[in-house]
């Protein structure tokens, strides 16, 4: 049985050969769930992710302002599980049909933007660099909050305190949001890291807290454009990785207004666009 987090198991217990020098052991060890999601939209299949079950409105409510297709949560109007069985019979929770509400258009999903996502890489598939650059409603080169270096560095570890599962199983990333002095307001662990974001978004959305100037985002692993598309999205200011930003990452923080962290570790990071937006001890 695996480690239950709202629908669906995060977790799961495998045995393996542990192998530790001249030492050979059998052991049941615990592993990061990975599963389909299937988003829907009236009934039509838009996308499927590979994530970590657990908190799925959350992710659907990101996925669907991160890619443009709702404004806020008022352009749900009701989501739910489809009935999809696996070979027992039992409903695997790995299908959410939503509806969204009078007036607000149904994407295009047809050649020019494929949503087929890995946990891997969040931008396969898609047509080019220009069908995902998306337009953010949010003024984020306006956000004129400022956020103490102290802060900034302290921000790593209290991500990795709060990962729970990751604690349990070393192989998920997590997404962190965090007010301009450190405080969280959110976490989230997925198998990818475009899914932990996608989640934290969306719990902002579904509580009507977009856009989310004056804040940070806190990523492990690298800064791709993706997860900087999805932070301007958002309305998000800052956002900083424990490690490398990609070129196209640089670029789209640059051009959107975000202040882009890379290498934040330890007592030392990388500001790669922004910087007045960190406030450096005298």
Do not use: W
């Amino acid at each position: 049985m695996g480690t239950v987090l709202g629908v669906g198991r995060v977790t799961s217990r495998t045995p393996v050969l542990r192998i530790r020098g001249a030492q050979r052991t059998t052991r049941a060890d615990t592993v990061a769930a990975e599963e389909p999601l299937e988003i829907r939209l009236a009934g039509t299949p838009l996308a499927v992710t590979m994530r970590t079950p657990g908190d799925d409105f959350d992710l659907v409510h990101g996925f669907l302002a991160t890619e443009g297709v709702i404004a806020g949560r008022d352009d749900v109007a009701g989501l739910r599980y489809c009935d999809s069985v696996d070979a027992d019979g039992r409903n695997t929770y790995n299908v959410v049909d939503v509806d969204l509400a009078p007036g607000v258009p149904i994407p295009d999903t047809g050649l020019e933007r494929n949503f087929y996502t890995s946990s891997s890489c969040g931008v396969c598939g898609k047509a080019s660099i220009d069908a995902i650059r998306t337009k953010t409603s949010y003024d984020v080169a306006g956000d004129v909050g400022r956020v103490p270096l102290e802060a900034l560095l302290a921000l790593p570890e209290r991500l990795r305190a709060e990962q729970q599962v990751f604690e349990k199983t070393g192989g998920l990333h997590a997404a962190g949001l965090f007010t301009s002095t450190g405080e969280l307001v959110a976490l989230r662990e997925d198998v990818g890291r475009h899914n932990a974001v996608d989640k934290v978004v969306g719990d902002a959305v579904r509580d009507g807290r977009l856009p989310l100037a004056g804040h940070v985002l806190m990523v492990s692993g690298r800064a791709s454009f993706e997860l900087t598309q999805k932070a301007a999205m958002a309305g998000i200011p800052v956002l900083a990785a424990v490690s490398a930003p990609s070129s196209l990452a640089v670029e789209l923080a640059r051009e959107v207004g975000i202040t882009l962290v890379g290498f934040l570790r330890g007592d030392g990071c990388n500001v790669y666009t922004h910087t007045e937006r960190v406030d450096l001890p005298d």
